[in-house]
């Protein structure tokens, strides 16, 4: 059993910025990529980034290029999303998640019960 804990939303202001953080426990961290998603009122989960098992791979969605950062400290079990230039279009509930396998979105196995991002205009 794998469990995250997110934290670090909050409320800000357009333009200002937040850095998530996702603390795992239960299995090898450092083995397996990590991710993180969102879920806007009324709209469907999307992927927002994701970082290989040793952190030398990064991924994200064309939206948050440039402005977000995933990273990981697998000393600490640790994975971080560092959200700069914040969008009101940004506002959502993160959510951490671990993978069993790859990158792939349907391997994310393992979900944290999410931390509330609100972006102000």
């Given at each position: 059993q794998v469990q995250l804990v997110e934290s670090g939303g909050?409320?800000?202001?357009?333009?200002?910025?937040?850095?998530?953080?996702?603390?795992?426990?239960?299995?090898t961290f450092s083995s397996y990529p990590m991710g993180w998603f969102r879920q806007a009122p009324g709209k469907e989960r999307e992927f927002v980034a994701a970082i290989n098992y040793s952190g030398g791979s990064t991924?994200?969605?064309?939206?948050?290029?440039?402005?977000?950062?995933?990273?990981?400290?697998?000393?600490?079990?640790?994975v971080y999303l560092q959200m700069n230039s914040l969008k009101p279009e940004d506002t959502a509930v993160?959510?951490?998640?671990?993978?069993?396998?790859?990158?792939?979105?349907?391997?994310?196995?393992?979900?944290?019960q999410g931390t509330q991002v609100t972006v102000s205009s």
């Open positions: 909050g409320l800000v202001q357009a333009g200002g910025s937040l850095r998530l953080s996702c603390a795992a426990s239960g299995r991924y994200y969605v064309d939206s948050v290029k440039g402005r977000f950062t995933i990273s990981r400290d697998n000393a600490k079990n640790t993160y959510y951490c998640a671990a993978s069993i396998a790859t990158m792939r979105e349907p391997d994310f196995y393992y979900w944290g």
